[in-house]
Nanobody, 115 residues
């Protein structure tokens, strides 16, 4: 009934930028908190950034000052602008959205930062 589709992942050089998008579709009556998580191979998934329905944001310490989360409520979309990317290797970035009082995950988009 509800789908999340991420896009924007790519291979990028250290210091570069990427913008991730996550669009929700389906039977949507209300979208509340939205967020981005990431997971490296063999590691646990970790919170990167979150944004409430009122626009309050929070970030992991590791990305503060470099990443910006935003949302477009008219488009049911959350974004993650990533600047000054560090050579941390490969992560799969997942969006997580509270829709109709239920938690949904996207399938992920691959980001590799490497020279």
């Amino acid at each position: 009934q509800v789908q999340l589709v991420e896009s924007g992942g790519d291979l990028v050089q250290p210091g570069g930028s990427l913008r991730l998008s996550c669009a929700a579709s389906g039977r949507i009556f209300g979208i509340y908190a939205m967020g981005w998580y990431r997971q490296a191979p063999g590691k646990q998934r970790e919170l990167v950034a979150g944004i409430t329905s009122g626009g309050v944001t929070n970030y992991a310490d590791s990305v503060k000052g470099r990443f910006t989360i935003s949302r477009d409520n008219a488009k049911n979309t959350v974004y993650l602008q990533m600047n000054s990317l560090k050579p941390e290797g490969t992560f799969v970035y997942y969006c997580n959205v509270l829709i109709n009082d239920r938690n949904y995950w996207g399938k992920g988009t691959l980001v590799t930062v490497s020279s």
